[in-house]
C-alpha cells in the first residue's frame, strides 16, 4: 500500500496484549483513514450502546494517508470513540507532530480496549511495542508528563497524553500531543482517563511511500501555490490567528455573549486578533508540513495571569471572553493556558462557566456550593480560578467538570445550556447565521464548528458569498460543508487549507498518493457514507430526531442588539428539507435506498 | 459617517476609525477616495481587477454589501461602515 502504511495495532489494555493486524485495502478505500477509519472500526467493533467511560468502549488513534507527506498541512490525526461528554461518536482531531510519528513508525491506528489494571502508557519505536508503568506519572499535568516521559524513552518521542483533567474523568477532557495541541472535543480525554492510559509516545524512523512521486509532488506543489496566493490561507491566519474572527462575528451581530443571551459585545475588540497580534504574540507557529500557521506563542507578563504556553484561539477567546462578558485578554489567554496544562476542552470549559454564571445570577448556584465564589458576569478572576477548580478537581470544580447540559440539568434548568447532544455550541451565535445552526443541529458529534463551517461562505465570502440571513438552499450548502469536511478531516489534512484548496485538489492528492483513484465525486461520496455511518452509530446508541434541536434560547429569543438584532435561529425550518437531502426519513433515520447506495447496507 | 478598520488596514491607515463625508456618497465613493489616500496598499489588500475583491467585508451598518449593491451601495451621513480585509479562522 502506498499512502496508507497497512498496519494497524491493537492493545488490549485489560491483558496487556499487543498485536498487529493488517489494515483492509477496501475499508482504506472506501473510509480513507482518520476520522473515517476509525468510525468505521468503531461501528464494527463497539456496541454503540456502551457507557463511554467502561472497559467496553474503545479509544483510537488514527492518522490519515496524507498524514506524514509533504501534503500541505499533513500533519493531523484523529483519536475517535464515543464520546464521554456526548454519547455520541467523537471524532476530535488535532495537529502538531504525533500523527506523522505514528505514520513513521509504521501504523495507520492504534486500537486501545478494555481497561489497564494500574496507568500505563505505551512506547512505540518502530516495530518495538511495549506497555510502561506509568503510575509515576499519575498525577503530572502535560509538561511534567511529556519531560518524564522523555526522559526515561527518547528525547525525540512525540507525545499524545492526558493530564489531571482526563484522569479525573472530566467530561470535557482533551488529549494532549506537543504540549499545546489537543484532540479537543468530546471527552476523548475522559475516556483515555477511564482506561487508565496516560500517554501514547512514539518515535518513528520509517516514512509513508507514494504511488507516483512526480503525480503527488506536481500536485501538492499546486495545492501549496493556491494555499499561498489566498489571502486567509497564505497570509491572515499567520498574522492574526483564528481570533481575527471575534470583530468579524460580532460586526455581523453574530458573537454570543452572556451564555448566548445576546449576538454584541461592545468591547470585543479588546479580545480580537489584531490586540494579541500587538499585545501577548511572541510569534506564529504551524503544525507538520503546515504552510499556514495559524498557532499563537504567546506570554502573559500581567503577574495576575502571567503565563507563557500557546492560544488563544478564536473559539477559546470568544468562550472565555465575551460569553462570560469578559473583555480581559490576559485572563483568557490564562484559561487557555490552565486548560492546556492540565488538558481540557476550551469551548466546553469556557461556556460551562457562561452557564454557571447564569445560574448563579438566578439564584439557582449559591455561594455556599461554590466555597464563598461569587460566580458573577465579567469576573476575571473568578473565571480563571474556575477553569483551576476545574482542572484540578477541587471544590465547584467538580460540579463544573460535568459540562453546562449536566450542570444545567441538576437545577432544573437543561435550557440555560447552550448546547447540542451535551455540547456546547461554539462561538457562531445560530440567530444570526442561519446555516452553522443547522450545522451545530446536526452534527453527528454534538455541536461543533468544525463539522459544516459555513461561516466561510455565510460570512467570510469564501468560496463564494450566501445570504447568511436567507434558510433557502442552506440544508444543502451544511451537507456539502459537512461532507466535504467529513472526506478531508479522514485524509489527515487540515481544513484550513480548505482557504485555498478544496474537494478536486483533495481526490488529486489522494490518487497520486494511494494509487486508488479518487474523484471529486468519490471523494464527497466518502464524506457522505463517513457522515451517515456517523449518524447510524448515534441511532444505535439510542440519539434520536430529538437531539437535533438547538436551545430553545436560539429558536425563541430574538437578538436584542447588534447588526442581527430581530433575529431567531430558524433550523426547525430547515431540517426536514436536510433529512430529505440527505435520504434520511422523516425522523432522521438513513432510507435502506440512502444505506444501499453508500455501501452501508447490512 | 463613521469609517472602522480592522486587522492590517489598521497599520495600513494608521488608525482605528476616522469620519468620512461626502454627499450622495455611494460604498464605492468611499473606497476610491479611501484607495487616493491610503495608496497601492490599502488598493491590494481591498480591490481586484478594479473591482472589489470578493473576500473582503464591508458592512454598512453591520449590513454585508455584497448582499446589498455592492459598490453602488448608497451611504448616509449616520451609516457606520466598516471594512474587513479577507481574512478568516475558524
Redesign the interface.
Given at each position: 500500500m502506498h499512502g496508507w502504511i497497512g498496519k494497524i495495532v491493537r492493545v488490549d489494555l485489560t491483558s496487556g496484549k499487543i498485536t498487529t493486524e493488517a489494515l483492509d485495502p477496501v475499508m482504506a478505500r472506501d473510509y480513507i483513514g482518520a476520522r473515517g477509519l476509525g468510525t468505521k472500526i468503531m461501528t464494527d467493533e463497539v456496541d454503540p450502546k456502551v457507557d463511554p467511560l467502561s472497559p467496553q468502549n474503545k479509544l483510537i488513534f488514527v492518522p490519515g494517508p496524507l498524514t506524514g507527506t509533504y501534503a500541505p498541512s499533513g500533519g493531523r490525526y484523529n483519536v475517535v470513540t464515543k464520546g464521554a461528554l456526548t454519547g455520541a461518536i467523537a471524532a476530535a482531531s488535532s495537529g502538531g507532530t504525533w500523527g506523522a510519528e505514528c505514520k513513521f513508525a509504521g501504523y495507520d491506528a492504534l486500537i486501545f480496549e478494555g481497561k489497564a489494571p494500574n496507568p500505563v502508557y505505551l512506547w512505540i519505536k518502530d516495530q518495538a511495542i511495549e506497555l510502561r508503568d506509568a503510575r509515576h506519572i499519575w498525577g503530572k499535568n502535560i509538561l511534567d508528563t511529556s519531560d518524564a516521559i522523555r526522559a526515561e524513552t527518547d528525547d525525540d518521542a512525540k507525545i499524545a497524553c492526558i493530564g489531571k483533567a482526563g484522569e479525573n474523568l472530566v467530561l470535557f477532557a482533551a488529549i494532549m500531543n506537543d504540549l499545546h495541541r489537543a484532540a479537543g472535543r468530546s471527552g476523548v480525554g475522559a475516556v483515555m482517563g477511564s482506561k487508565n492510559l496516560k500517554a501514547v509516545a512514539v518515535v518513528g524512523t520509517n516514512g509513508v511511500t507514494t504511488a507516483d512521486n512526480a503525480a503527488f509532488e506536481k500536485i501538492v506543489l499546486l495545492a501549496r501555490d493556491k494555499i499561498q496566493k489566498?489571502?486567509?490561507g497564505g497570509t491572515?491566519?499567520r498574522?492574526?490567528?483564528?481570533?481575527?474572527?471575534t470583530?468579524?462575528l460580532n460586526?455581523?451581530?453574530g458573537y454570543p455573549i452572556k451564555n448566548g443571551q445576546d449576538g454584541y459585545f461592545a468591547t470585543a475588540?479588546k479580545l480580537?486578533?489584531?490586540t494579541l497580534a500587538k499585545t501577548l504574540l511572541k510569534r506564529p507557529k504551524a503544525c507538520f508540513s503546515c504552510i499556514i500557521s495559524?498557532g499563537r506563542v504567546t506570554k502573559v507578563i500581567n503577574k495576575q495571569f502571567a503565563g507563557e504556553g500557546e492560544g488563544p484561539?478564536?473559539e477559546s477567546s470568544w468562550g472565555f471572553g465575551g460569553d462570560c462578558l469578559i473583555d480581559n485578554l490576559d485572563a483568557v489567554t490564562k484559561a487557555n493556558y490552565i486548560c492546556n496544562e492540565n488538558g481540557m476542552d476550551t469551548i466546553t470549559m469556557a461556556a460551562t462557566i457562561a452557564c454557571a454564571m447564569e445560574l448563579y445570577e438566578l439564584g439557582l448556584i449559591t455561594k455556599a456550593e461554590t466555597g464563598g465564589i461569587a460566580i458573577e458576569w465579567g469576573n476575571a478572576e473568578v473565571m480563571v480560578e474556575l477553569t483551576r477548580l476545574t482542572a484540578m478537581g477541587e471544590g465547584f470544580g467538580k460540579k463544573l467538570a460535568m459540562g453546562s447540559y449536566r450542570l444545567a440539568e441538576s437545577y432544573g434548568r437543561a435550557d440555560l445550556s447552550m448546547s447540542v447532544k451535551k455540547q456546547e455550541i461554539p462561538a457562531y451565535d445560530s440567530r444570526a447565521i442561519q446555516g452553522i445552526g443547522l450545522n451545530f443541529a446536526t452534527a453527528n458529534c454534538g455541536a461543533a464548528?468544525?463539522r459544516g463551517?459555513t461561516?466561510?461562505p455565510e460570512?467570510?465570502?469564501?468560496p463564494?458569498?450566501v445570504?447568511?440571513d436567507a434558510v433557502d438552499g442552506k440544508p444543502a450548502l451544511v451537507i456539502l460543508f459537512q461532507n466535504l469536511t467529513a472526506a478531508l478531516d479522514s485524509t489527515g489534512g487540515c481544513?484550513?487549507t480548505t482557504?485555498g484548496i478544496g474537494a478536486p485538489e483533495y481526490a488529486g492528492m489522494l490518487s497520486a498518493l494511494t494509487g486508488v483513484e479518487y474523484t471529486q465525486e468519490s471523494f464527497l461520496n466518502c464524506g457522505d457514507r463517513i457522515w451517515t455511518m456517523e449518524r447510524q452509530f448515534n441511532l444505535a446508541a439510542g440519539l434520536t430526531a430529538a437531539d437535533d434541536v438547538l436551545p430553545p434560547r436560539l429558536l425563541k429569543e430574538p437578538l436584542k442588539t447588534?447588526?442581527?438584532k430581530g433575529s431567531v435561529s430558524r433550523v426547525p425550518e430547515m431540517l426536514p428539507v436536510y433529512y430529505d437531502l440527505r435520504g434520511w426519513d422523516a425522523n432522521g433515520v438513513p432510507t435502506p435506498a440512502k444505506l444501499e447506495a453508500l455501501g452501508l447496507s447490512r | 459617517m463613521k469609517v472602522k478598520y480592522f486587522a492590517n488596514l489598521r497599520d495600513i491607515t494608521g488608525t482605528k476609525e476616522e469620519d468620512w463625508a461626502k454627499p450622495e456618497a455611494t460604498v464605492g465613493d468611499l473606497i476610491r477616495d479611501l484607495v487616493a489616500r491610503y495608496g497601492h496598499e490599502f488598493e491590494r489588500w481591498v480591490m481586484k481587477d478594479g473591482d472589489l475583491w470578493s473576500l473582503v467585508i464591508i458592512l454598512v451598518n453591520g449590513h454585508d454589501v455584497r448582499q446589498l449593491k455592492r459598490f453602488a451601495t448608497v451611504l448616509a451621513p449616520s451609516d457606520v461602515v466598516v471594512i474587513f480585509p479577507p481574512m478568516g479562522g475558524g
Open positions: 489566498h489571502p486567509v491572515g491566519l498574522l492574526y490567528g483564528t481570533d481575527v474572527l470583530n468579524i460586526q455581523v451581530g475588540d480580537g486578533g489584531e495559524c484561539e478564536y464548528h468544525v463551517y461561516i466561510a460570512v467570510l465570502g469564501t463564494m458569498k445570504d447568511k481544513l484550513f482557504f447588534g447588526a442581527s | -
